[in-house]
Nanobody
Framework: VQLQASGGGLVQAGGSLRLSCAAS????????MGWFRQAPGKEREFVAA??????TYAESVRGRFTISRDDRKNTLELQMNSLRPEDTAVYYC?????????WGQGTQVTVSS
């Protein structure tokens, strides 16, 4: 499974961005998908995840971010609203298939104050 993330950029605080992740290859059987982020000097952290029926969010983004997936198109998206400077990070998409984890290459999100 290959994951290609896109949609990052520079935005002012309070603004919005929409991240996309396209999955290709042997995508049949993908279970959970999600987004993680890593800020400079910090460890990678969980942002949001989606199974075929439920969504989960980190407390820091709940109510501001919305995760969605389209299994027919093999895409994962993250709508980010009310962005804050502390949301600045490289965002990575993730897909789980059985016991295997797949990662995209990351897309930079920078929120200016």
């Amino acid at each position: 499974v290959q994951l290609q993330a896109s949609g990052g950029g520079l935005v002012q605080a309070g603004g919005s961005l929409r991240l996309s992740c396209a999955a290709s290859g042997r995508t049949f059987g993908i279970d959970n998908m999600g987004w993680f982020r890593q800020a400079p000097g910090k460890e990678r952290e969980f942002v949001a995840a989606i199974s075929h029926s439920t969504t989960t969010y980190a407390e820091s983004v709940r109510g501001r971010f919305t995760i969605s997936r389209d299994d027919r198109k093999n895409t994962l998206e993250l709508q980010m609203n009310s962005l804050r400077p502390e949301d600045t990070a490289v965002y990575y998409c993730n897909a789980q298939k059985g016991r295997l984890n797949y990662w995209g290459q990351g897309t930079q999100v920078t929120v200016s104050s």
